[in-house]
């Protein structure tokens, strides 16, 4: 499928697990993002990358790791994941010069119990 | 600080009615404002950008640097407007898109 895309769309785990969202692009954009959407907070950016092997932390970025060995993906694993992680992951992109806009993929709803 | 503010979580109009939801932004140069949507359980995507001064889906927003506010507005509520509604703040960094904590717009037949 052209576009952005994440898998899984729906995850439950337990508290202590490790979790690996995936995120995959096919645009070729160089930067890559990941959000989490909570209520009362909105978006926060977790990591962003912007470009294969370059990653910087964002406003949230405890407790998630991530990589980026090719220009199209982008994962996000949770190393032992919390509760307080259950939300929704959105990954997102974009090219150089216009970080303004973004492009989202459908999400990921993530429950930690 | 860079901050983006939306006051209300939510605002619930009839059909019809004009809409008007608020963002004011803190940023100390020259940022590019964009208001995103979300449609229920679907992606956000793009509504606006400041800088092209368009009108998509029949809202409109202009940027007032002296009141530090991007407020989106539309004269006739749609049915289909209801959705959540963010405004978010580039300041030219490619980490940096600071989005405000969004408004649920409800529309009422």
């Known amino acids: 499928d052209a576009g952005i895309t994440q898998s899984p769309r729906y995850k439950i785990t337990e508290t202590g697990r490790q979790v690996t969202l995936m995120c995959h692009q096919t645009?070729?954009?160089?930067?890559m993002f990941w959000y989490r959407q909570d209520l009362g907070h909105g978006l926060r950016l977790i990591y962003y990358s912007a470009a294969a092997d370059i990653t910087d932390k964002g406003e949230v970025p405890d407790g998630y790791v991530v990589s980026r060995s090719k220009t199209e993906n982008f994962p996000l694993t949770l190393e032992s994941a919390t509760r307080s992680q259950t939300s929704v992951y959105f990954c997102a992109s974009t090219i150089p010069g216009h970080g303004g806009e973004q492009y989202f993929g459908p999400g990921t709803r993530l429950t930690v119990t | 600080a860079q901050r983006v503010t939306q006051p209300e979580k939510l605002l619930s109009v009839f059909k019809g009615a004009p809409v008007e939801l608020k963002c004011n932004y803190s940023y100390s140069g020259s940022p590019e404002l964009f208001w995103y949507v979300q449609y229920s359980r679907q992606r956000l995507q793009l509504l606006l950008r400041?800088?092209s001064r368009e009108s998509i889906k029949g809202f409109t927003a202009d940027l007032n640097k002296g009141e530090t506010s991007f407020h989106l507005k539309k004269p006739f509520a749609q049915e289909e407007d209801s959705a959540m509604y963010y405004c978010?703040?580039?300041?030219?960094?490619?980490?940096?898109?600071?989005f405000g904590k969004g408004t649920k717009l409800s529309v009422k037949p």
């Open positions: 400041h800088i």
């Open positions: 978010a703040l580039w300041g030219g960094s490619q980490g940096n898109l600071i």
């Open positions: 645009w070729s954009h160089s930067y």
